[in-house]
Protein backbone atom coordinates (compact mmCIF):
# COMPACT_ATOMS: atom_id res chain seq x y z
CA UNK A 1 0.00 0.00 0.00
CA UNK A 2 0.98 3.76 -0.48
CA UNK A 3 0.07 6.46 1.47
CA UNK A 4 -0.68 10.14 0.14
CA UNK A 5 -1.07 13.59 1.95
CA UNK A 6 -2.57 16.15 0.02
CA UNK A 7 -2.44 19.36 2.07
CA UNK A 8 -3.30 23.17 0.99
CA UNK A 9 -1.12 26.11 1.44
CA UNK A 10 2.48 25.40 2.14
CA UNK A 11 4.60 25.25 5.32
CA UNK A 12 6.08 28.59 6.25
CA UNK A 13 7.74 27.86 9.36
CA UNK A 14 11.16 26.74 8.66
CA UNK A 15 11.37 24.93 11.97
CA UNK A 16 8.10 22.98 11.11
CA UNK A 17 8.89 21.88 7.80
CA UNK A 18 12.16 20.40 9.55
CA UNK A 19 10.27 18.38 11.40
CA UNK A 20 7.95 17.35 9.02
CA UNK A 21 11.10 16.39 6.84
CA UNK A 22 12.63 13.96 9.47
CA UNK A 23 9.00 12.14 9.89
CA UNK A 24 8.55 11.76 6.07
CA UNK A 25 11.92 10.44 6.33
CA UNK A 26 11.72 8.07 9.10
CA UNK A 27 8.26 6.68 7.49
CA UNK A 28 9.43 5.98 4.27
CA UNK A 29 11.66 2.89 6.21
CA UNK A 30 7.97 1.39 6.16
CA UNK A 31 5.85 2.41 3.69
CA UNK A 32 6.03 4.30 -0.09
CA UNK A 33 4.68 8.09 1.24
CA UNK A 34 4.32 11.33 -0.86
CA UNK A 35 2.87 14.39 0.84
CA UNK A 36 1.96 17.38 -2.23
CA UNK A 37 1.48 20.53 -1.07
CA UNK A 38 -1.80 22.06 -3.21
CA UNK A 39 -1.18 26.08 -3.90
CA UNK A 40 -3.70 28.32 -1.81
CA UNK A 41 -6.04 29.61 -3.78
CA UNK A 42 -5.59 33.29 -5.04
CA UNK A 43 -7.64 36.09 -4.43
CA UNK A 44 -9.57 34.90 -1.10
CA UNK A 45 -10.89 38.16 -0.34
CA UNK A 46 -12.97 38.15 -3.05
CA UNK A 47 -14.34 34.54 -2.26
CA UNK A 48 -17.12 33.61 -0.16
CA UNK A 49 -16.18 30.47 2.57
CA UNK A 50 -18.47 28.53 0.28
CA UNK A 51 -16.27 29.40 -3.00
CA UNK A 52 -13.32 28.78 -1.21
CA UNK A 53 -14.00 25.29 -0.17
CA UNK A 54 -15.88 24.77 -3.75
CA UNK A 55 -12.52 25.55 -5.43
CA UNK A 56 -10.26 23.95 -2.91
CA UNK A 57 -12.61 20.71 -3.21
CA UNK A 58 -11.95 21.45 -7.20
CA UNK A 59 -8.00 20.94 -6.82
CA UNK A 60 -8.21 18.45 -4.19
CA UNK A 61 -10.64 16.14 -6.55
CA UNK A 62 -8.40 16.86 -9.39
CA UNK A 63 -5.20 15.03 -7.62
CA UNK A 64 -7.32 11.57 -6.68
CA UNK A 65 -7.76 9.29 -8.49
CA UNK A 66 -10.84 6.18 -8.87
CA UNK A 67 -8.29 3.41 -7.31
CA UNK A 68 -7.31 5.33 -4.60
CA UNK A 69 -9.17 5.78 -0.85
CA UNK A 70 -9.87 9.30 -0.13
CA UNK A 71 -9.68 9.91 3.91
CA UNK A 72 -10.15 13.51 5.27
CA UNK A 73 -8.88 15.01 7.89
CA UNK A 74 -11.47 16.37 10.11
CA UNK A 75 -12.79 17.74 13.10
CA UNK A 76 -15.96 14.99 12.87
CA UNK A 77 -13.80 12.32 12.14
CA UNK A 78 -13.29 9.04 14.03
CA UNK A 79 -11.02 9.64 16.68
CA UNK A 80 -8.19 6.91 17.69
CA UNK A 81 -5.58 5.94 20.10
CA UNK A 82 -2.17 5.44 18.41
CA UNK A 83 -2.54 1.70 18.99
CA UNK A 84 -5.88 1.91 16.83
CA UNK A 85 -4.92 4.37 14.52
CA UNK A 86 -1.91 1.14 13.90
CA UNK A 87 -4.91 -1.40 13.83
CA UNK A 88 -7.01 1.18 11.09
CA UNK A 89 -3.67 1.14 8.89
CA UNK A 90 -3.39 -2.31 9.60
CA UNK A 91 -7.10 -3.53 8.01
CA UNK A 92 -6.47 -0.84 4.88
CA UNK A 93 -3.43 -2.82 3.69
CA UNK A 94 -4.93 -5.76 4.57
CA UNK A 95 -8.22 -5.50 2.86
CA UNK A 96 -5.92 -4.66 -0.44
CA UNK A 97 -6.08 -0.83 -0.94
CA UNK A 98 -3.59 0.19 -3.33
CA UNK A 99 -3.51 3.85 -2.31
CA UNK A 100 -4.57 5.64 0.84
CA UNK A 101 -4.53 9.34 0.96
CA UNK A 102 -4.98 11.42 3.78
CA UNK A 103 -6.29 15.08 3.17
CA UNK A 104 -6.00 18.33 4.85
CA UNK A 105 -7.83 20.87 3.99
CA UNK A 106 -8.02 24.36 3.97
CA UNK A 107 -8.91 26.70 6.81
CA UNK A 108 -12.94 26.17 6.28
CA UNK A 109 -12.76 22.44 5.55
CA UNK A 110 -13.72 20.56 2.56
CA UNK A 111 -16.89 21.50 -0.31
CA UNK A 112 -19.59 18.73 -0.55
CA UNK A 113 -18.50 17.28 -3.02
CA UNK A 114 -14.84 16.19 -1.73
CA UNK A 115 -17.38 14.66 1.48
CA UNK A 116 -19.14 12.75 -0.65
CA UNK A 117 -15.94 11.37 -2.10
CA UNK A 118 -14.16 10.43 1.12
CA UNK A 119 -14.39 7.08 2.15
CA UNK A 120 -13.66 8.10 5.69
CA UNK A 121 -13.09 11.03 7.97
CA UNK A 122 -10.44 10.69 10.77
CA UNK A 123 -10.24 13.04 13.41
CA UNK A 124 -6.79 13.82 15.73
CA UNK A 125 -8.47 15.50 18.21
CA UNK A 126 -11.42 17.91 19.67
CA UNK A 127 -8.74 20.59 19.62
CA UNK A 128 -8.06 22.84 16.68
CA UNK A 129 -4.86 23.14 15.25
CA UNK A 130 -3.35 24.75 12.59
CA UNK A 131 -2.71 23.41 9.18
CA UNK A 132 0.59 23.22 9.33
CA UNK A 133 0.91 21.55 12.23
CA UNK A 134 -1.54 19.00 11.70
CA UNK A 135 0.52 17.75 8.89
CA UNK A 136 3.43 17.03 11.17
CA UNK A 137 1.13 15.28 13.37
CA UNK A 138 -0.42 13.03 11.03
CA UNK A 139 2.86 12.24 9.11
CA UNK A 140 4.11 11.56 13.20
CA UNK A 141 0.52 9.46 13.95
CA UNK A 142 1.58 7.62 10.21
CA UNK A 143 4.83 6.82 11.52
CA UNK A 144 4.05 5.88 15.13
CA UNK A 145 1.59 3.68 13.62
CA UNK A 146 4.01 1.91 11.51
CA UNK A 147 6.55 1.46 14.35
CA UNK A 148 3.57 0.03 16.67
CA UNK A 149 2.83 -2.37 14.20
CA UNK A 150 6.87 -4.37 13.92
CA UNK A 151 6.50 -3.97 17.57
CA UNK A 152 9.33 -1.33 17.55
CA UNK A 153 10.18 0.77 20.82
CA UNK A 154 8.87 4.19 19.37
CA UNK A 155 5.21 3.80 21.15
CA UNK A 156 5.48 3.17 24.61
CA UNK A 157 2.30 1.75 26.77
Do not use: C, W
Amino acid sequence: MNIRLLAIGKTDNKSLQSLIDEYTKRLSFYIKFDMEIIPDIKNVKNLSEAQQKEKEGELILSKISATEQLILMDENGSTFSSVAFSDYLQKKMNGGIKTLVFVIGGPYGFSEEVYKKAQGKVSLSEMTFSHQMVRLFVIEQLYRGFTILKNEPYHHQ
